[in-house]
Each structure stands twice: as structure tokens, then as C-alpha cells.
């Protein structure tokens, strides 16, 4: 049995979504996921990340993101897709 197809999504979180652990979280999810890709804080105030693997996974930590950890309070998720399927390690990466 083959694995399932790689695609790949670029996620925009918004809301209280910095200083409440929301990327380490979102990490953990991914990781415990299996998918590659990468989550940051942005300057506006927004989380944003790149989620890689197969889409059942990339939607199950979609779905987790609009809830978030504890802490959070999510007003939004914007979703989009994105070209880049072959990141295969989750890494958490510096502020844009």
C-alpha cells in the first residue's frame, strides 16, 4: 500500500494567538501528526504556519487551530494552499 499524497497548506491564525503558547502547541500537533513544515509569529499580531503531509492530517491540525491551546482565543483561520510538499521536520522559526 502506498502513502498517501503530500499537499501542502499555508494557515493564518488571528486573534489572542501570541504569548499563550499557541505555536509551541500547534507544534506538538503537527509533529504528533506526523507533518513536515513550520509556525512563527507575525508583527501583526497574527500566527501563521505551513503545514505539509497528507491532507487528513494537515485538516486535523486545521481544525485543532481554531480552538488553539487553552489560553487562546482564535477569531479566525484563513487557509490557502501552498506548493511546497517536501518539508518533512516541523520546526518552530523566527518572527517575520
Known amino acids: 500500500m502506498s502513502a498517501p499524497p ?3 497548506r499555508c494557515v493564518r491564525i488571528s486573534g489572542r494567538v501570541q504569548g499563550v503558547g499557541f ?4 507544534a506538538d500537533e503537527a ?4 507533518l513536515g513544515g513550520w509556525v512563527r509569529n507575525r508583527r ?10 497528507p491532507e ?9 487551530a481554531h480552538r488553539g491551546p487553552p489560553a487562546a482565543r482564535v477569531a479566525s483561520v484563513a487557509v490557502e494552499a501552498a506548493t511546497t510538499t517536501e518539508l518533512f521536520e516541523f520546526d518552530i ?3 517575520l
Open 6 to 8: 503530500r499537499i501542502a
Open 23 to 26: 505555536r509551541y502547541a500547534l
Open 31 to 34: 509533529r504528533a501528526r506526523g
Open 44 to 53: 501583526d499580531g497574527t500566527v501563521e504556519a505551513l503545514l505539509a503531509g
Open 56 to 64: 487528513v492530517e494537515i485538516d486535523a491540525v486545521i481544525a485543532w
Open 93 to 95: 522559526v523566527s518572527t
